[in-house]
């Protein structure tokens, strides 16, 4: 009997040590960071220094934006979300070379958020004039697709 709690208290040690250890990494990853926050989740973490998800945009600067009635294209992802893991490799780069200022809103830090915009997914891509949402695209689509929206909503004149 002495031999299993022994070895049931070790086991224990073991992933709490683990549980600290990983916090550690996670809240010394997170410092600095360009969202402002303690902590971030594990997926945020992945993709801080990939080039595809530089070009962020916070809250308070979106509502800033569009309550002084700008413009933005805004790309609401989760590093979570399957669909967004599949289209930012050519939904990105595809913005960039049509000179689309897409900027990316991470839903997952920024969740609270989702009711403000009327996100009820992601990926989620929106266009708005003059503070107002002019169209918007849902879901995982081709890049096809997304070349089009840029070019009818975003581009057009």
């Known amino acids: 009997m002495k031999k299993i709690l022994l070895f049931g208290g070790i086991i224990v040690a073991i992933f709490i040590a683990l549980t600290v ?3 550690q ?3 010394q990853a997170a410092e ?5 926050l303690d902590t971030l ?3 945020t973490i992945a993709q801080l220094d990939d080039p595809l998800y530089q070009n962020i945009i916070l ?3 979106l509502e800033q934006r569009l309550e002084e009635n700008g413009e933005a294209t805004v ?4 590093g979570q979300c399957a669909i967004c893991n599949e289209v930012s490799p050519y939904l990105i780069p595809k913005a960039e070379e ?3 200022d897409l900027e990316l809103f991470n839903a997952l830090e920024f969740g609270d958020e989702w009711g403000t915009y009327g996100i009820e997914g992601t990926p989620t891509v ?3 004039e003059d503070g107002q949402e002019v169209q918007r695209i849902v879901g995982g689509h081709t890049e096809e697709t997304y070349e089009q929206f840029f070019q009818q909503v975003v581009l057009a004149e």
């Open 21 to 23: 250890v990983t916090s």
């Open 25 to 27: 990494q996670n809240q």
């Open 32 to 36: 600095g960071n360009p969202f402002g």
């Open 41 to 43: 989740e594990q997926e």
């Open 59 to 61: 809250p308070t600067e």
């Open 75 to 78: 790309y609401f992802y989760s």
């Open 98 to 100: 049509m000179g689309v």
């Open 126 to 128: 929106i266009h708005f």
